[in-house]
């Protein structure tokens, strides 16, 4: 079992900890969880006392720490459906700074990924700046590159974990 550092540091009466979760698939064990879960509320929060923006879309809406290289996708009953996490190479975000699950690296190409995980259930392209996307259903993640599915170079830019149907 690995164990992975979040980012965040949370002070509690003068003392410092820092809010580390276990298994490879922390991040993931948010997902579906109400918005008022203890353990989602401390871990949001050392990312900052309040988002960035929050973003309304028609049926969710996300609290983005544009600083911290995170946003949290909330539907409307204030269930988590979605953590994305973003490199600089995403618009209006910073570097995530924690460890990445299952070996993930921002550093890692198209071509780095799939000779790790194999080829993709679901791939695509997105004319929005020349991303394409993958999806690793089976494993809960989906990843945006910042070059077109022909590109192996490309390199991830964010990174999605979210239940997949």
């Keep these: 079992m690995k164990t992975i550092s979040i980012l965040g540091?949370?002070?509690?009466?003068?003392?410092?900890?820092?809010f580390t979760l276990k298994d490879e698939d922390n991040i993931s064990r948010f997902l579906n969880r109400?918005?008022?879960?203890?353990e989602l509320k401390q871990f949001m929060h050392s990312f900052g006392a309040a988002p960035d923006k929050v973003y309304k879309s028609t049926d969710s809406y996300y609290e983005e720490y544009h600083r911290k290289g995170i946003s949290f996708n909330f539907d409307y009953d204030n269930k988590l459906v979605a953590i994305f996490l973003y490199s600089n190479l995403s618009e209006d975000y910073k570097n995530y700074e924690g460890k990445l699950p299952y070996g993930l690296s921002f550093d890692l190409t198209r071509k780095d990924v799939e000779e790790r995980f194999g080829s993709p259930e679901y791939n695509g392209e997105s004319d929005y700046k020349n991303t394409s996307w993958v999806i690793y259903r089976s494993k809960g993640f989906g990843l945006t590159y910042n070059g077109l599915e022909s590109?192996?170079?490309?390199?991830i830019s964010e990174i999605a974990f979210q239940l997949y149907q």
């Design 151 to 155: 590109d192996s170079v490309a390199r």
């Design 34 to 38: 109400k918005k008022k879960d203890k």
């Design 9 to 18: 540091f949370i002070s509690l009466l003068g003392f410092t900890f820092t």
